[in-house]
């Protein structure tokens, strides 16, 4: 979920309804970021109904819902009738599986929602783990465009991008490890996004970094606070 200041750039479930596809698809085709990642949240919705879903096939699973005064039955009908929406579409297995590239799309457009995304979803970008193996290149591909893109959506100011970049270069997964760039991330955010002081972002990553570390930590998240302020 969003924090307060980045709302605007965030696109809510509700806002996107499979009975709004055609018009969505129309925008998205016209070059609209934002509906190209309303049509990416689109498919995947439909995408995820058409799999196998282990709650709706648990008896154990349904009545452990109905333990927390969930309306399981007004879920049921609310499921069966968002899948038989997406059944009337009549999408080509293709387009399921290809729903990144709307997401690719919305996010070269730099739209924030769609970079956060799509550095967090490889799944819909470049496909399983099979696909992953078989096409190394693409993979590589993704990890440079999931670094290109939260780079920029931590440089707007994403509170989101900043605390997904530090982990990034915490763990050093996709780009080298990085411990004091990732806790100068987080100082950034602290400075600019009065939640993120409030959650204790500012302490994350700190512990085991030496005094020219934590040094350098304070000189990054000045400059991202300088850049993202314009001073």
Request: net charge negative.
């Amino acid at each position: 979920m969003p924090m307060a200041d980045e709302s605007e750039s965030w696109i809510s479930p509700d806002e996107v309804s499979i009975a709004d596809h055609a018009a969505i698809r129309r925008l998205a085709e016209a070059g609209d970021a934002i509906a190209a990642t309303k049509l990416y949240l689109l498919l995947s919705e439909c995408h995820q109904l058409q799999q196998p879903d282990p709650f709706v096939e648990s008896d154990a699973s349904i009545e452990a819902y109905r333990g927390t005064g969930v309306d399981v039955q007004r879920m049921l009908r609310e499921r069966e009738a968002k899948l038989e929406a997406c059944t009337r579409l009549n999408l080509p297995p293709d387009e399921l599986k290809g729903r990144g590239r709307w997401l690719a799309v919305a996010a070269e457009a730099g739209f924030i929602h769609a970079q956060l995304i799509f550095a967090s979803h490889p799944e819909a970008v470049i496909g399983g783990p099979r696909e992953m193996l078989q096409d190394p290149a693409a993979v590589q591909r993704y990890r440079v465009d999931s670094m290109r893109f939260l780079t920029e959506a931590a440089a707007a100011g994403s509170p989101s991008a900043l605390s997904m970049l530090a982990d990034t270069y915490n763990h050093g997964i996709i780009t080298t490890r990085d411990r004091a760039m990732a806790h100068g991330l987080l100082l950034a955010a602290t400075q600019l996004h009065p939640d993120a002081r409030r959650f204790g972002w500012g302490e994350r990553y700190r512990d085991g970094l030496s005094p020219e570390e934590l040094s350098r930590a304070r000189r990054i998240a000045e400059a991202y606070v300088r850049s993202v302020r314009g001073s």
